[in-house]
């Protein structure tokens, strides 16, 4: 028999605010009776690349900056699964921003959970791309992860939202987790979640955040003015919230497997089953 390991208690400061990510994923997936042997979890770098242990899923522990590549190539191996990369800031949007734009541009259908408190928390306090001008001396203009993700016309899920808003953060990994597994494409939800440690946000990501879903005249899929909307709303010294895009592109896997109902990961694989495939792959070089 297989051995099954139990979740390992977080290693999270209290307070941290990745234990109210790992809460409202635990609600999600729970509401949607998604079976932990049907998800696997991609964990990064960092505090938030411990999540994967922390759920009773199957898990997998990425290399720095390489969580994406990873989560896809488990997609494409088997599409049935649900597949959720959860990473940090300085993991997803410094190292492994490379991948994080062609992930938006290749549309595969993942959930990519970036929990975001502008500091490498583990690595104690140093600024990370989207650390605020001011915070440890940085100058330089933050990373804004949505306004790329929105300029990326083959995206087709973007959110954002706020770990002390359970209700709307478990609403959107809901909405996330659903896009993906129709096969609809890649759905980016980064999350505000506060390092209390190093850069303790709390209570102004409260103050400053703002539902644009609570504006009934917002519009989702209007990719042009969500943009226009969520720059503005940067401008004002707001941090915008909510569902922000959806749109339609076609998916990664869609494109990429030649039999989507037959994955790799369900098929004969063994040399007996493939003798006469492999024997004329090598007539075809000789």
């Keep these: 028999m297989p051995k099954v390991f139990t979740p390992q208690t977080p290693i999270w400061c209290p307070g941290c605010g990745d234990f109210g990510v790992l809460a409202a994923l635990k609600k999600a997936l729970n509401d949607l009776k998604i079976p932990p042997h049907e998800t ?15 759920l009773l899923v199957y898990g997998y522990h990425s290399l720095h900056g390489r969580l994406l590549p990873t989560a896809i190539g488990i997609k494409l191996a088997n599409p049935r699964l649900t597949v959720i990369a959860a990473g940090g800031d300085g993991d997803g949007y410094a190292i492994g921003g490379n991948h994080f734009l062609h992930a938006l541009r290749r549309n595969p259908s993942i959930v990519y959970l970036v929990m975001n408190n502008g500091t490498y928390g583990l690595t104690k306090g140093q600024p990370s791309p989207t650390a605020q001008i001011g915070f440890e001396g940085t100058k330089e203009i933050p990373f804004e992860p949505i306004l790329t993700a929105l300029s990326i016309r083959s995206t087709t899920f973007v959110a954002r939202g706020f770990s002390g808003n359970q209700v709307q953060l478990q609403f959107l990994i809901k909405e996330a987790i659903q896009h993906a597994n129709a096969g609809k494409g890649f759905a980016f939800l980064d999350v505000l979640s506060p390092c209390v440690t190093y850069n303790d946000t709390y209570a102004e990501w409260r103050k400053s955040t703002v539902d644009m879903n609570a504006d009934k005249s917002f519009d989702p899929t209007n990719r042009a003015l969500v943009f226009e909307r969520v720059l503005n709303t940067l401008q004002e010294g707001k941090i915008p919230t909510g569902l922000l895009y959806k749109g339609e592109s076609p998916s990664f896997e869609s494109m990429q497997l030649k039999d989507p109902a037959s994955p790799i990961a369900t098929q004969d694989l063994t040399p007996a089953g493939k003798i006469e495939e492999f024997k004329k792959l090598i007539a075809r070089y000789r």
């Design 40 to 54: 696997i979890l991609v964990g990064g770098i960092g505090c938030s690349g411990h999540i994967h242990n922390d």
